[in-house]
């Protein structure tokens, strides 16, 4: 589904090439791009990377892939691939549940239900 | 047919190459933080600390009111009767303080970074700036967005999110959803400290204000939270806390509470910062990103900040944790995420996981502590998506960590989380602080170039400087001169220059 002029879209950047990378980097963070992603409405295609160059608005449509230029909500202009049409969010809850948590809270209430039968036979007994 | 639109209307911004833009660094960050520091430095180790936070300009009065007025504090201090007794059940007779906790989660945008955003907004305002940014990946973000969306600023916030195989850590995603909830544009970039690059160069384009986490105005945005404990406290149990744990990372939560619970009179209350172990993982590595649970309130910035406060984005920072802490509890990610869920089934609060590190801090500490002694804990955050130990735990699992029940010492950062087979097992661990002392002084004197750079090139600390460092660390003159000499710095007093 191609994105049209208008759309919100997500674009993505390599900043820095690996060989661009500086300082004191770890090694594997060394070895792979340091990049951007950003949302924004799309303007159109861009010829290339530098904001503020030709933008063709016009166009049928965009696909996935394409360097493109956006505002975004702040109304800045940036340059990158697109690489998704209207980006939701797929962070939720887990992709399973984790019942080690809930022995966790199980054991808790036995140990105070322990604690309160505890305290009631002490009383029971005439103790203080 | 294709329309060609020559926009002609680049950016101000010169050379966008890396090397350029740090080079760049003072200049944009002058502009951005409207502060000049250099009136500050004393040209040798020492600054003005007590200046550079009364420069500020408010009291604690004019905070507390500029910050009712955005729905900011004055949040409800809730005893966790439960938890109190759960801790008396795991400690020797006597022992079992009473645990409270101060429901921060209330505040605007759901943490207690509202406090510190309320203020830096009240700053750009103040400076005339139409736009504030702020790089965080973590609540501050979202305080910014909400602080920056009630005075009708534009805001872009910078996070790390994503590592090199496009996996986003559940906990940031919510956070940059909750921001472009709040209107804010995010800018998410991959693992590395060349974000800061990208900052830059935002800023440059921009004009924003750089609404850092190291500003005194933030720092002052946090007394007020100090302030209340005793306030509240007096009111409820007739006395001031003996203790409160704050989370530590950069520094600015413990410090901001500190210097509210002095200001409020409370001179014999401990400050105890706490953090959760990461010791091990690389805070720049790629592959570790996504294998620790916490992205903050974590000894990944809590051991860094508070050894090297000054190595942020701001010259002089205004959070120095050292200063303030009595102690340094750590705590693994097993018993918060144990913690977070004993808040919820044992006294109905549902609360994020990172905003419990000081809870589970609390309880360790608890079962040590007489019975009739109150610990506050400083802070709760909000739950939701992505910030929740079903996610992060879930999340770990998909990373190739174990998740098992056992004894939290085993916890190994990165390939282990244990959550403790029996609450007993949550316990009391401390840093060692005089270690972190040392190292501070050690950071202090390579900040101004090294022994022979101290005191304007002469090699000899002065006696402001010992002043300084001996409150920097919360030590003495013996401690601090001990150090020095070890460090091949000299000092004056008693007309003897030593020089090793």
């Known amino acids: ?128 | 047919m294709m329309t060609i639109v020559d926009r002609g209307n680049g950016t101000s911004v010169g050379d966008r190459s890396y090397d350029a833009v740090m080079a760049r660094n003072g200049a944009i960050m002058r502009a951005a933080l409207g502060v000049d520091y250099a009136g500050y430095e004393s040209g040798s180790i020492a600054f003005d600390y007590d200046r550079l936070m009364g420069d500020v300009g408010y009291t604690v009065d004019d905070v507390r009111e500029a910050q009712r007025r955005v729905g900011v504090g004055n949040t409800p201090l809730l005893e966790l009767r439960r938890l109190t007794a759960l801790a008396r059940q795991c400690a020797e007779d006597g022992l079992g303080a009473r645990i409270f906790v101060k429901d921060e989660q209330t505040n605007p945008s759901g943490s207690y970074k509202d406090r510190r955003a309320s203020m830096s907004i009240v700053q750009a305002r103040e400076l005339g700036f139409r736009g504030v940014a702020a790089a965080t990946s973590g609540n501050y973000g979202a305080a910014v967005a909400s602080q920056a969306a009630m005075a009708g600023l534009k805001c872009v916030i910078a996070q790390e999110c994503y590592d090199s195989a496009r996996i986003g850590q559940p906990e940031i995603l919510e956070k940059m959803r909750k921001c472009e909830a709040l209107g804010a544009e995010v800018m998410q970039l991959s693992v590395g400290p060349e974000l800061f690059y990208s900052y830059l160069l935002m800023l440059e384009e921009t004009g924003y204000f750089n609404a850092s986490l190291y500003s005194a105005y933030g720092i002052a945005g946090v007394e007020p939270l100090g302030v209340e404990i005793v306030e509240q406290c007096h009111s409820l149990l007739g006395k001031a806390p003996e203790h409160v744990i704050a989370t530590n990372a950069g520094g600015g939560n413990l410090t901001g509470t500190a210097r509210g619970l002095r200001i409020a009179g409370a001179h014999h209350t401990l400050v105890h910062g706490a953090s959760v172990d990461l010791h091990g993982l690389s805070m720049a590595s790629d592959h570790d990103f996504n294998r620790k649970s916490f992205t903050t309130g974590h000894t990944g910035f809590g051991m860094p900040y508070a050894t090297d406060p000054d190595h942020s984005d701001v010259p002089r920072s205004a959070a120095r944790p050292l200063r303030y802490m009595d102690d340094y509890l750590l705590v693994k990610q097993g018993e918060v995420f144990a913690m977070t869920e004993l808040l919820a089934h044992l006294e109905g609060m549902e609360r994020g996981p990172a905003g419990n590190t000081s809870l589970a801090a609390a309880f360790a500490l608890a079962r040590t502590r007489p019975r009739d002694e109150v610990i506050v804990v400083q802070e709760t955050e909000y739950t939701g998506a992505g910030k929740h130990p079903l996610a992060q735990l879930s999340f770990a699992r998909d990373m190739g960590i174990e998740v098992r029940l056992g004894d939290p010492d085993d916890e190994i950062p990165g390939r282990s989380i244990v959550l403790p087979d029996h609450p007993s097992r949550i316990s009391a661990r401390y840093a060692d602080l005089e270690r972190m002392r040392t190292s501070y002084i050690r950071n202090a004197v390579d900040h101004v170039g090294g022994a022979q750079a101290v005191g304007g090139g002469t090699g000899i600390a002065s006696a402001v400087d010992v002043d300084y460092l001996v409150a920097e660390t919360r030590t003495d003159e013996r401690f601090v001169r001990r150090t020095l000499t070890n460090l091949g710095v000299g000092f004056s007093g008693n007309g003897a220059v030593i020089r090793t």
Not at chain 1, 3 to 24: C, F, M, N, S, Y
Not at chain 1, 60 to 82: H, I, Q
Not at chain 1, 105 to 113: D, F, I, P, T
Request: glycine share 12%.
């Open chain 1, 1 to 128: 589904m191609p994105a049209r002029p208008g759309d919100w879209v997500q674009i993505h950047r390599v900043v820095l090439a690996p060989h661009e990378r500086t300082g004191k980097l770890p090694e594997d963070t060394r070895a792979v791009p340091f990049e951007s992603w950003s949302k924004g409405f799309l303007v159109g295609r861009a010829a290339d990377e530098t904001v503020g160059g030709p933008v063709d608005v016009g166009v049928a449509g965009v696909s996935v892939g394409d360097l493109v230029e956006v505002e975004t909500v702040v109304g800045r202009r940036l340059r990158g691939r697109l690489v998704a049409l209207n980006p939701g969010y797929d962070h939720g809850f887990g992709t399973t549940y984790v019942p080690e948590l809930l022995h966790v809270a199980r054991q808790a209430q036995a140990v105070l239900a322990e604690a309160h039968r505890d305290r009631d036979r002490h009383d029971l007994a005439g103790g203080r």
